[in-house]
C-alpha cells in the first residue's frame, strides 16, 4: 500500500526541513514526499530544493491558503493513502509503520487512521491529544466508534498532523473546502464519520508545536472575534445540514444548537462593538430558525448577564487567591 505524506506549508523555511526530515526518518518509508509552498516569501522553496532536490515533489501555488495547498497535494498524489503533517510539526519514526500495523489488526473497512499527539514548547500543555478528550487506557490499537459525536462535542482526539487516510476519500469535491477560513479539517473529519470508519494507534506519535512565542496566524482570529471566524462556522454548520447523511438524523439538532449559538455569539460580539447593522443581520438569520424577536432580545440579555456573573465570580476567586498567597496578616 503506497503512502504519500503531504506537508502544507506558508513561510516556515527551518520548520518545514525539520518535518521534512521527520518523514524521513521513518522506519516505514512512505513512497513519496509532496510539500506545497502557498506562496512563501522566506526562501522556503529555495531551501528544500537545494537540502533534498528530486527526493521531495515541491509544488508551488500563489498564496490560496491551506485547504487549497492539501487539495493541490492530494491532486497530484500517486500513493493509496495520504499522511498528512504540518510544517511546524513532526512525526515520531514508527509513526507509519503503527498506522499499517493497526489497518492490519482491525480488518477490512477503515479508511482512517490515527495516533495520539503530544504537545512542545508550552509547559501548560502536559496532557496528550488522547487525554485531553479522556481516551485513556484504551488498548494500542482499535476503533473510535462514532467519530461524529467527537466532531459535533469538539472534543476531538484526531489531529490532521496524525491522520492516515484513503486518497480515494478525498478527491474532488470531498476534499477540504476552500470558502472556509478555518476549522476546514473539522469539515474534513465531520463528513468523513460517515464514509468511512476510523482507527487509532494509542502511541503519541506526532510532536505538535504548541510555543507561545509561536506565529498562531489565524488562531488569533479567535481572539480578536474576527467576523471571519464567525462567517467560517456559519457556512460550515449551514453545508452540514444539507448533507442527506445529517437531515432527520439524531445529528440534525445538535448540528442546529451549533448554528444557532454561532449567531448569537456573532450577535453578541457585533453589539459589544456597536456594530448594530451587522448585529441586527446576525438576529435576521437567527429567525429564520424559529426564533421570535422577544425571544432572542430575552436570550442575548440572559446570556449578557450570565457572562458578568462569570466575569465577577473570576475576579472574586482571583482576589481570593491573592488574599491565600499573601499568607496571615498581609492580605
Known sequence: ???????????????????????????????????????????????????YGSRVKLLQQKNAGVSAARNLGIGEARGEWIAFLDSDDVWMPTKIER????????????????????????????????QLVGLVNVPQFGPLEDPVKFVLADRMPFWTQSLLVRRELLEGADGFDHALVLREDVDVLFRLSFRTKFCFTSEPLVRIDRNPSRSVGLCNLYSQADDRVFDSLRTLYSNWLTLPVVAGSEYERPVRELLRENYFSSAESKIRRRRLGPA?????????????????????????????????RGSQDTEGRKSIDAGPGLA
Open 280 to 312: 441586527l443581520r446576525e438576529i435576521r438569520r437567527m429567525r429564520t430558525m424559529g426564533d421570535g424577536y422577544a425571544s432572542l432580545v430575552f436570550t442575548l440579555a440572559r446570556r449578557k448577564i450570565a457572562k458578568l456573573r462569570r466575569v465577577s
Open 1 to 51: 500500500m503506497k503512502v504519500s505524506a503531504l506537508i502544507p506549508t506558508y513561510n516556515r523555511r527551518t520548520q518545514v526541513l525539520r518535518a521534512i526530515d521527520s518523514v524521513f526518518a521513518q522506519t516505514m518509508p512512505v513512497d513519496e514526499i509532496i510539500v506545497v509552498d502557498d506562496g512563501s516569501t522566506d526562501g522556503s522553496a529555495e531551501a528544500i530544493r537545494s537540502q
Open 99 to 130: 498506522q499499517f500495523e493497526a489497518l492490519a489488526a482491525l480488518g477490512e473497512g477503515f479508511g482512517l487512521c490515527f495516533t495520539d499527539c503530544v504537545f512542545d514548547g508550552n509547559p501548560d500543555m502536559k496532557l496528550s491529544a488522547f
